[in-house]
């Protein structure tokens, strides 16, 4: 058991129960108390306590509160931990082991038992950090309270050479009294470094004995990594430029070991102010320091892989960008195993853990001779950073490292399994990009990787990139251009070819984009039927050209001029689709039997490869319907005898061939007329789109194909043009009837 200052005797019934300290949101109360007495009897059993067991429990539950609500805190600052160690310290809980037994507490137990709801990602780091400072706070508390008492020493060796002349008996007695049985090490060298004196600690310290401690200058103790540095400060010291310096550093044993120090040299004046001596007092902290650093690595790097983490990575990247020239390249490839997913769930996360490892061993050792970066940016993510030689050649070539090294199948217990990778590959100047700008970059293109197929690589193309965003702009402003009125509908005119004469015309969708200008349909109508939006698109269309259609019935009763409209497989596999187009042929007042419905091959047909229900019920509506781009889709001429079907559009291509005279045009001419021949067979009339050129018309003619469209005839135009014509091709008829 351990003393305290309470423990003579007295009633503590009382303090049994210390009153628990006020917790925020998130902290285990019970958990809280019950760690902080386990915290409390560990450090009992440390050695002295100064105060009561109750009042020693009150403080660790204080502390305990602290550090818990320090690791929930937002924005998370490992601040508390340093002032927790410090009061340690200030309560005089300095014995032995106080420290490791606190760090030790402060782990996997404080996370458990006090925030238990917090996930342990989040937990983790904070708790490590929380570990690191209080170790810090700890320590500077204590070797500011052992600085003091160096402090005093040094004084007392002063004061001591000072009264050499009146009393060097008694002035020598004393101070050696203190530089021998000093706790720390005491070193006294002169202005040139060569050591006059140590006391016993110095040189057990160091593994000398203070004989060849004597005949040794302290420039041969410095360690190589630190050693300009440190003679830098020290002739300052010497010249007088600085009275103290304080530094951690290391020193040689004399076996050839390292020892971490916490040093403080002073300078000894003559009376005239010049230097005289420096004074050394170095303390051991090579186990605090080897904490630190187990704390930095840990903090640093993955536990599963030993890998590098994002939280280095970045680090490592950031460091890149602050001091690299403008001019300087950086390279990434960024990494994700292909399926991995699908091993953890049939085969194990144990397993899956296991194939993780192989896979960032094999991805170190791939590039080790190189020596770039390998990080684990945590699942099955890894990066590769190329921070010199980053040309894009040099940054593929690690690609197709990684891809090799990852290819190789693994066994992993009893299983052989074969592996796969994508990877996004992004290079470029330091000046052009931003660590951000960067990752993002390589996320997009590791995405591309995937799509494309896996197991590969796909290096980033901007061109690509700006279309994507372009892609992603219209999709989100789709769904309000509607609303804004940003959609506009024109009209190109269908003719018989027999005389050129307008039968019809096909509403076209426009979309007026106040930044990207006129968008043709090819430009968003396949984004509309991707995310729905074509649906409701596809209504206001329809509602459009019927409304223009019925105003072209009513002033041209005898044109009979007939509405032709695109209706997309989306909008055809609407259950709605039949009540819509009934509705708006209500509401405009539009004859069924003018309006035309074109539908592709593949609308056509059901998702079992039979015909929609729903083309029965328009046609019984008395609208028309069509096959749009004949030839290229479905093509189950099976289907199409007993589908009801009144006209065909023979597809762009086709009409396109003919224009040319060599074997290709031949035989799309060929295919033409099988194609005319076989619609006229099923009682269907034949519409050729895309006529550019009089000798296209004239050949379409000749086939016996039945209308045309195209710009040889007719450029889209706006409901006004088409009034225009109608009005003219009117006007021309009484002309020669009177």
Not at 547 to 560: G, M, N, T, Y
Request: with cysteine; glycine share 8%.
């Amino acid at each position: 058991m351990s003393t305290s200052a309470a423990g003579a005797g007295g009633d503590e019934s009382a303090d049994d129960e210390p009153p628990f300290s006020a917790a925020g949101p998130g902290v285990d109360q019970p958990g809280a108390q019950r760690y902080a007495e386990r915290w409390a009897r560990e450090v009992a059993s440390c050695g002295y306590v100064p105060t009561s067991t109750a009042e020693n429990r009150r403080q660790m539950l204080a502390h305990t509160v602290r550090l818990a609500e320090a690791v929930l805190a937002e924005p998370f600052t490992p601040q508390p931990g340093y002032e927790v160690g410090r009061a340690l310290v200030e309560a005089h809980l300095t014995g032995p082991d106080v420290l490791d037994r606190s760090v030790r507490a402060l782990g996997e137990r404080f996370r458990r038992v006090v925030l238990p709801d917090l996930p342990e990602p989040v937990a983790t780091p904070r708790i490590a950090a929380l570990q690191g400072t209080l170790s810090a706070g700890f320590a500077g508390a204590l070797r500011q309270r052992t600085l003091g008492q160096q402090e005093r020493i040094a004084q007392s060796v002063l004061e001591a050479r000072d009264r050499v002349e009146r009393a060097l008996r008694d002035s020598e007695a004393r101070f050696r009294a203190v530089f021998v049985d000093a706790a720390i090490g005491i070193g006294i060298a002169d202005i040139d470094g060569q050591i006059v004196d140590v006391n016993p600690a110095f040189a057990e310290l160091l593994g000398y004995s203070i004989a060849e401690l004597r005949e040794i200058n302290v420039a041969a103790l410095f360690h190589p990594d630190d050693a300009a540095g440190m003679w830098e400060l020290y002739q300052e010291l010497i010249e007088g430029k600085q009275d103290a310096v304080r530094v951690e550093k290391r020193y040689y044993r004399k076996d050839g070991s390292a020892v971490w120090t916490d040093l403080a040299v002073s300078l000894i004046r003559h009376d005239d102010g010049r230097p005289r001596f420096t004074v050394a007092m170095v303390e051991d902290i090579t186990e605090r320091h080897e904490l630190q650093q187990r704390l930095r690595y840990q903090a640093l790097h993955d536990p599963l892989t030993g890998l590098p983490n994002r939280t280095l990575f970045f680090d490592r990247l950031g460091e890149l960008f602050a001091t690299g020239a403008p001019d300087d390249r950086v390279g990434i490839c960024f990494l994700d195993l292909d399926g991995f997913k699908a091993v953890n769930d049939s085969l194990g996360h144990d397993l899956g853990d296991n194939l993780l490892v192989t896979v960032a061993r094999r991805l170190a050792d791939c590039v080790a001779e190189q020596g770039h970066l390998v990080a684990r940016m945590g699942g099955d993510e890894f990066v590769i950073l190329i921070d010199h030689n980053a040309g894009c050649r040099a940054v593929k070539a690690v690609a197709d490292l990684a891809l090799a090294a990852v290819a190789e199948p693994v066994q992993v217990g009893e299983h052989r399994l074969s592996v796969s990778a994508s990877i996004g590959v992004v290079s470029g100047p330091l000046a052009t990009t931003s660590v951000a700008e960067l990752m993002k970059a390589a996320d997009v293109t590791l995405y591309w990787a995937k799509a494309e197929g896996r197991s590969r690589w796909v290096s980033y193309d901007p061109a690509r990139r700006a279309r994507e965003q372009t892609r992603s702009a219209l999709i989100a402003g789709m769904s309000t251009a509607l609303q804004r009125g940003e959609f506009m509908v024109e009209y190109q005119p269908i003719v018989t070819l027999a005389d050129e004469a307008i039968c019809a015309v096909e509403a076209l969708v426009r979309w007026r984009h106040p930044e990207l200008g006129l968008l043709g349909p090819d430009g968003f109508i396949g984004l509309a039927e991707e995310t729905g939006l074509i649906v409701e698109l596809g209504r206001w269309v329809l509602t459009r050209a019927c409304e223009a259609a019925s105003r072209w019935h009513r002033e041209f009763p005898d044109a009979r001029l007939v509405i032709s409209v695109n209706l997309a497989a989306r909008q055809a596999r609407d259950p709605a689709v039949v009540g819509t187009v009934s509705d708006v042929l209500r509401q405009t007042g539009l004859p069924a039997d003018l309006l035309q419905l074109e539908l592709t091959e593949s609308a056509v047909m059901a998702t079992a490869g039979e015909p929609l229900p729903a083309l029965r019920r328009l046609a019984a509506l008395g609208v028309r319907l069509a096959i749009d781009d004949f030839g290229t889709g479905y093509s189950n001429l099976a289907y199409l005898r007993r589908l009801p079907i009144h006209n065909l559009k023979l597809a762009g291509p086709f009409v396109e061939g003919i224009r040319s005279s060599d074997r290709q045009g031949l035989v799309d001419g060929r295919i033409v007329d099988a194609l005319v021949r076989l619609a006229h067979a099923l009682g269907l009339t034949v519409t050729a789109e895309a006529v550019e050129t009089p000798g296209q018309a004239d050949q379409l003619r000749a086939l016996g194909c039945d209308a045309a469209q195209g710009r040889y005839f007719a450029a889209p135009a706006p409901e006004g043009e088409i009034t225009r014509w109608l009005t003219a091709r009117a006007e021309r008829r009484r002309d020669r009837v009177t």
